[in-house]
Each structure stands twice: as C-alpha cells, then as structure tokens.
C-alpha cells in the first residue's frame, strides 16, 4: 500500500472522472486523503470519501487563498478553481458539521500564502492579520476534534514557524515542504511531518529529504498539480509512484520499505 496523503480528486480538474480516477489508485494500492480548500470542496471531499468502504478519506478547511481579505485575485486557475471565489471568514459551525464523518480525518489545507499580496504596507498588514486570525481559528477546531492539522506555507515559513510556537503543540503536517534546512529542522522539532510530492522534481531539497527522520516521511501528490515526470498534463493518485521513487533514490532506500513507512506514518497521524 501507498497513501496519498494530500489529493485534489474532488476538486473541477476531475468533474468528468473522478470515480474512475479513484477507481484506478485503489486497484494499485493507492488509498488517498482529498484536501478541501474551502467549504465547497471540502464537503465534496467528505461526500466522496462516504462512498468508499476503505481507502479515501477527507480534510477540511479554508485554505488562505479562498479567504476574503481584500486581495482581488485576477488569474484564473486552469485547472478551473477561481481564485476569485472566496468565503468572507471561516465558519466553524459549518466545518464542525462536515467533520461529524468518520472519514474527516484532518483540518486542512490551512495556513499562510504570502504570494499574492496588495499593495501598500497597511494593505499587507491587514491581509497577513486577516490569515493569521483564520488560521488560529481552524488551528482551535482542529484541537477541539482532536485532529491532525495539514499546513499550506507559501512564503511565509518564517512566519508559521513563530505562529506556531506561540500556538503551542498540534499534530500535522507540512504539506508540499520546500523551505531550507533550518526551517525544515524547526518543524520536525515541534513534531510535525514534511509533506514531498512532484516539488521535488523541480526544486533541490536532497539534503532536507536524506537528513529527514524516516517516521516524519508523508507522500503526497497535491493533484491535479505538480504532476511528477514522466507524466504530464493532469496528476493523480496513482503517479505518487513516482515521488516514492525518487525519495527512495535520494535516501539510497528500498521503495517498497518506503511505501510501507510512510503508509504506517500517515495512518498513525491521520488515525485510519
């Protein structure tokens, strides 16, 4: 078995296929946790994870981009998600009834994303606070479920590293890890796990990866993005494959005590 710890197969990239899509992973031993990033999608995600036995679950969340915070978004998604559609604030009540299934497994994604930002240092200000507040927010439903946490970091690492600590202690993972060494140490410390997925391809983070605890290991694709080579177009599931692959180069491993690891490890932090 391998687990997809961080999928989008209820996001519009699969409108046409998903059951068919999910239908693939799990006849290859792929099981796969779809990420909400917002109430639409999150409860899509729940829904789908229903109709399974075994296999998919759901996280919840409001991901910083879908967050009203006075930053008109202009570029649209390929994939057909809006950066324009937005929720004016988060609605615990909302998210607490989704996570009444069983198969909520996780808050998230949820966190800080730096790179679209307004102009002008008092715009700034107001949008990082605005993040800042949901995020502690959904940090408290995620301590009052007793559930783990999946963080989106986009130049702000700095930051969710102080937020953090301030915070105090919260299971989770940092999904879609490409900081430097030192911020990569500042979250194993605090106990938290490293999300890899097809980033690596793109961006040198051997070090981080060889140096890693293996019990902080978690695969994930971010699908329908950072579709690993040799594929292109649309990522799935079933190409987690080959991030296992590449890790397991980088650590000089055996790919099936990989997967075996980190099938253990998420199902140890996400409990299923």
């Keep these: 078995m391998i687990i997809d710890t961080h999928a989008h197969v209820n996001f519009n990239a699969y409108k046409d296929d998903s059951s068919e899509v999910v ?52 570029k649209d998604d390929p994939e057909e998600i809006q950066f324009k559609t937005v ?43 605005k993040q800042k507040e949901v995020l502690f927010k959904q940090l408290d439903l995620a301590k009052e479920l007793n559930l783990p946490v999946i963080f989106h970091c986009r130049m702000a690492h700095q930051e969710l590293i102080q937020l953090l600590k301030e915070y105090g202690p919260i299971k989770g993972v940092i999904h879609c890890f490409t900081g430097s060494k030192e911020e990569a140490k500042e979250y194993l410390d605090m106990g938290l796990c490293l999300g890899l997925n097809g ?8 070090e981080v990866i ?39 180069e980088i650590r000089n491993m055996e790919v099936e005590e990989l997967n075996d690891t980190t099938a253990r490890n998420a199902r140890k932090l996400f409990r299923f």
């Excluded at 006849?27 to 229903?50: C, D, F, H, P």
């Excluded at 988060?90 to 800080?112: H, M, Q």
Aim: with cysteine; aromatic share 10%.
């Design 210 to 248: 060889k140096e890693m605890p293996l019990d902080k290991i978690l695969f994930e694709t971010d699908c329908p993005y950072l579709t690993p080579p040799p594929k292109e177009g649309r990522n799935e599931p079933l190409y987690i494959k080959y991030v296992a692959e590449r890790v397991s």
């Design 23 to 74: 239908k693939r992973s799990l006849e290859n031993g792929v099981w796969m946790i779809n990420v909400g990033s917002q109430y639409s999608t999150s409860k899509r995600a729940v829904e789908m994870a229903e109709s399974y036995p075994e296999g998919v679950y759901a996280a919840i969340g409001l991901h910083p981009i879908h967050l009203e915070t006075g930053l008109v978004k202009i």
């Design 199 to 206: 980033i690596i391809f793109k961006l040198n983070i051997d």
């Design 87 to 129: 929720e004016e604030d988060f609605d615990t009540n909302l998210y607490r009834e989704l996570a009444k299934s069983k198969k909520v497994v996780a808050i998230g994604e949820v966190g800080l994303d730096y790179y679209w930002r307004p102009k002008g240092t008092a715009k700034k200000e107001a949008f990082k606070i």
